[in-house]
């Protein structure tokens, strides 16, 4: 495989949606252990919304070749009955993403919100703030995730670690 990447420790994209801001993290099990490579955000500034997932999808598509993940978890769309055009929106970012990972033929798991917060804090209600307080301590990282579209997308790929991998 290119880029020097160890097909032995497998590796973990998780992803964060949005629109405007996708939070994405890379981690990999290294020694029994999940190890943060690289974590960060992909901006959708343009004005119209097929530019804006244009630059999703070619954001997503840079950090796909850089790192090989095995697989890429996705934070699952949550719809309230309230704000039905907001889950649209977002399912439009979501597809974006999703099809670069088609495309390089990587595997989508899907957790939701509730799920990856008790996972990774014990509660399924846990606050951004706590989300990144608990990725800044199990990753013994020096300060906390920012913004916490990063964080969310480094509990999404630790969630899928503790409960696929690290049982394993």
Not at 135 to 146: D, H, K
Request: hydrophobic share 45%; charged share 20%.
């Amino acid at each position: 495989m290119a880029g020097g990447v160890n097909p032995g420790l497998p590796r973990i994209l998780g992803i964060d949606p949005g629109l405007r801001i996708t939070g994405y993290a890379v981690i990999e099990v290294q020694h029994g252990a999940a190890a943060l490579l690289d974590a960060g955000i992909i901006r959708g500034t343009a004005r119209s919304m097929t530019e804006r997932l244009a630059q999703l999808h070619a954001g997503l598509v840079e950090v796909l070749e850089e790192h090989h993940p095995a697989v890429m978890v996705v934070e699952q769309l949550y719809a309230h009955y309230a704000h039905p055009r907001t889950a649209i929106l977002m399912a439009h970012a979501r597809g974006a993403l999703l099809l670069a990972a088609a495309e390089h033929t990587v595997p989508v798991v899907s957790y939701n919100a509730t799920s990856i917060k008790k996972t990774i804090t014990g509660s399924g209600r846990a606050s951004k703030e706590q989300i990144q307080r608990t990725m800044q301590r199990e990753l013994g990282l020096a300060q906390s995730p920012e913004p916490p579209d990063v964080a969310d997308a480094i509990a999404a790929a630790l969630c899928h670690y503790h409960l696929k991998l690290r049982r394993a």
